[in-house]
C-alpha cells in the first residue's frame, strides 16, 4: 500500500482529526481527549488543549516520560499519547459491512504520507470509510473499477463510480489521483490454526533509483497484529 494512501499524522488538521477518531467510534469525551492529546504533543509549546496533555501529565505517570512537543518520528509513538490505547492503536475485531475486520489508528494514519490528501488508486476501504466517509458499498465499486484501470482525475471518478457523485463535492479535495510519496508499506500476515492468533511482519519501503536494489527499507516491524 502507498503511504499517500494514509494521512499523515504530523500534518492533519485538528478538524479533520476529529472527524476520524469520531468516526472510528470513540465516544464524544474519549474522542476530545485523544484529539487534543495529540494535538498537544505536536506542538512546540507547553500549554494544553482542555482535553489534552503535556508534561505534568505524563511525568505523573508510574513510569514517566516528557511529551514530544514536535512531529512523530514514528507512527508507534502514538501509543505514549494521552488516550491512545493499544486496542485504537492496533484495532479492535469490529464487524463492518458484513466483514469482520480491525479498525486501528496504524491503519489510517502514516508519518510518511505527503499530507491529509488521500491517493484514490492506493487507499484501503477502511480510510475511504472512516476519512473520507464514503459508504461500504461504494468503496467496493471503487476497488472493482481500480484494479481494472487507475483513476486519472476527479472526472474519470465520477464517470466510472457515478455514485462518488454524490460524495465529491464535500471530500474531493482530500482525494488526489496520483502518489507523490516514494513510500510504501509491505505487510504480510499469518493465522495460526490451532490457536487462532494472528502475527505478522511489516516493513515500510523508500522506491529510490540511486539506491543499488532501487528500494531502501525504512521500517522492519518484526511482530505486527
Same mark, same amino acid.
Given at each position: 500500500?502507498?503511504?499517500?494512501?494514509?494521512?499523515?499524522?504530523?500534518?492533519?488538521?485538528?478538524?479533520?482529526?476529529?472527524?476520524?477518531?469520531?468516526?472510528?467510534?470513540?465516544?464524544?469525551?474519549?474522542?476530545?481527549?485523544?484529539?487534543?492529546?495529540?494535538?498537544?504533543? =505536536?506542538?512546540?509549546?507547553?500549554?494544553?488543549?482542555?482535553?489534552?496533555?503535556?508534561?505534568?501529565?505524563?511525568?505523573?505517570?508510574?513510569?514517566?516520560?516528557?511529551?514530544?512537543?514536535?512531529?512523530?518520528?514514528?507512527?508507534?509513538?502514538?501509543?505514549?499519547?494521552?488516550?491512545?490505547?493499544?486496542?485504537?492503536?492496533y484495532g479492535k475485531m469490529k464487524k463492518e459491512d458484513g466483514k469482520t475486520e480491525r479498525v486501528g489508528l496504524k491503519d489510517i494514519f502514516s508519518i510518511y504520507a505527503s499530507g491529509e490528501q488521500i491517493d484514490?488508486?492506493?487507499?484501503?476501504?477502511?480510510?475511504?470509510?472512516?476519512?473520507?466517509?464514503?459508504?461500504?458499498?461504494?468503496?467496493?465499486?471503487?476497488?472493482?473499477?481500480?484494479?481494472?484501470?487507475?483513476?486519472?482525475?476527479?472526472?474519470?471518478?465520477?464517470?466510472?463510480?457515478?455514485?462518488?457523485?454524490?460524495?465529491?463535492?464535500?471530500?474531493?479535495?482530500?482525494?488526489?489521483?496520483?502518489?507523490?510519496?516514494?513510500?510504501?508499506?509491505?505487510?504480510?500476515?499469518?493465522?495460526?490454526?490451532?490457536?487462532?492468533?494472528?502475527?505478522?511482519?511489516?516493513?515500510?519501503?523508500?522506491?529510490?533509483? =540511486?539506491?543499488?536494489?532501487?528500494?531502501?527499507?525504512?521500517?522492519?516491524?518484526?511482530?505486527?497484529?
Amino acid at each position: 500500500m502507498g503511504e499517500d494512501g494514509k494521512i499523515n499524522i504530523n500534518m492533519v488538521s485538528e478538524t479533520f482529526l476529529r472527524k476520524i477518531i469520531g468516526n472510528m467510534g470513540l465516544e464524544e469525551e474519549a474522542r476530545d481527549v485523544v484529539v487534543d492529546s495529540i494535538m498537544d504533543w =505536536r506542538d512546540p509549546d507547553d500549554l494544553y488543549r482542555l482535553n489534552g496533555a503535556e508534561n505534568d501529565y505524563y511525568q505523573s505517570l508510574a513510569d514517566p516520560y516528557y511529551s514530544k512537543d514536535g512531529n512523530l518520528d514514528s507512527i508507534e509513538e502514538l501509543l505514549l499519547v494521552r488516550g491512545v490505547t493499544r486496542d485504537l492503536f492496533y484495532g479492535k475485531m469490529k464487524k463492518e459491512d458484513g466483514k469482520t475486520e480491525r479498525v486501528g489508528l496504524k491503519d489510517i494514519f502514516s508519518i510518511y504520507a505527503s499530507g491529509e490528501q488521500i491517493d484514490i488508486n492506493s487507499t484501503s476501504p477502511l480510510v475511504m470509510r472512516m476519512a473520507l466517509g464514503i459508504p461500504g458499498e461504494v468503496t467496493r465499486l471503487i476497488i472493482k473499477a481500480r484494479e481494472e484501470k487507475r483513476f486519472e482525475n476527479q472526472q474519470d471518478l465520477i464517470q466510472r463510480v457515478p455514485e462518488m457523485s454524490a460524495f465529491i463535492g464535500e471530500i474531493g479535495r482530500l482525494i488526489v489521483y496520483q502518489p507523490r510519496s516514494p513510500y510504501y508499506t509491505i505487510e504480510s500476515k499469518a493465522r495460526s490454526q490451532e490457536a487462532g492468533s494472528v502475527r505478522g511482519l511489516k516493513a515500510i519501503v523508500k522506491i529510490d533509483g =540511486r539506491e543499488k536494489k532501487g528500494y531502501k527499507i525504512i521500517q522492519w516491524i518484526d511482530a505486527v497484529w
